[in-house]
């Protein structure tokens, strides 16, 4: 496997104190960016960051449409524009859904299983070198904090659309660990 770019650290810089949205944003755009390099790297030049959108949504024997609209939380034309990008790239293929004739399924191609076990591997070699760069123990910790805040905003699979802040679930969510967090860095902008 051809191995990432030395560019697995954020390019953006970070002020500092402020709100959650950059600090959750960028580096998920950042990971992103690495996939669609790491998967160009591996001969899939044509698949956009986009397309995992649903290629991580599509089960082993196939999914409709509707449902990877759902997962996706994405409107249907969105999704239908994907697969038909998808498969006239070769790594989704329409066949017959045994449950509904008239329905169709989305699976993947060999080419797109293929394109989907790099993508694994891309990701799990981005979490080793964040893991270096905050240390092992603290990016696990960050990623059991992000799973719990999941829950806490979509219990049970729930529709994310219907979620209001409450902050006694927040309180819930955070009261078990202290923050290290007690300040901004010198000079930082709030």
Same mark, same amino acid.
């Given at each position: 496997?051809?191995?990432?770019?030395?560019?697995?650290?954020?390019? &953006?810089?970070? &002020? #500092? +104190?402020?709100?959650?949205?950059?600090?959750?944003?960028?580096? !998920?755009?950042?990971?992103?960016?690495?996939? =669609?390099?790491?998967?160009? $790297?591996?001969?899939? $030049?044509?698949? &956009?960051?986009?397309?995992?959108?649903?290629?991580?949504?599509? $089960?082993?024997?196939?999914?409709?449409? /509707?449902?990877? !609209?759902?997962? @996706?939380?994405?409107?249907?034309? *969105?999704?239908?524009?994907?697969?038909?990008?998808?498969?006239?790239?070769?790594?989704?293929? &329409?066949?017959?859904?045994?449950?509904? #004739? %008239? $329905?169709?399924?989305?699976?993947? /191609?060999? %080419?797109?299983?293929? !394109?989907?076990? +790099? #993508? %694994?591997?891309?990701? +799990?070699?981005?979490?080793?070198?964040? !893991?270096?760069?905050?240390? %092992?123990?603290?990016?696990?910790?960050?990623?059991?904090?992000? #799973?719990?805040?999941?829950?806490?905003?979509?219990?049970?699979?729930?529709?994310?659309?219907?979620?209001?802040?409450?902050?006694?679930?927040? *309180? @819930?969510?955070?009261? =078990?660990?202290?923050? *290290?967090? /007690?300040? @901004?860095?010198?000079?930082?902008? =709030?």
């Amino acid at each position: 496997m051809t191995p990432l770019p030395d560019r697995s650290r954020p390019r &953006r810089r970070w &002020r #500092g +104190a402020g709100h959650i949205g950059p600090l959750l944003r960028d580096p !998920a755009l950042t990971l992103n960016e690495l996939v =669609s390099e790491g998967l160009a $790297a591996e001969g899939f $030049a044509d698949f &956009r960051p986009a397309h995992g959108t649903i290629g991580q949504h599509i $089960a082993d024997g196939g999914s409709r449409v /509707t449902e990877l !609209a759902e997962l @996706a939380q994405v409107s249907k034309p *969105t999704i239908v524009y994907l697969v038909n990008d998808l498969e006239r790239l070769g790594y989704v293929e &329409r066949v017959p859904d045994p449950e509904d #004739g %008239r $329905a169709k399924l989305v699976r993947m /191609t060999e %080419r797109g299983a293929r !394109a989907q076990r +790099a #993508g %694994r591997e891309i990701v +799990a070699r981005i979490e080793r070198d964040w !893991a270096e760069l905050i240390g %092992r123990e603290d990016f696990d910790t960050l990623k059991v904090l992000l #799973g719990r805040l999941h829950e806490g905003l979509w219990p049970e699979g729930g529709d994310p659309s219907r979620w209001a802040p409450q902050p006694e679930r927040l *309180t @819930a969510i955070t009261s =078990s660990r202290p923050s *290290t967090l /007690t300040s @901004a860095p010198k000079g930082s902008v =709030s």
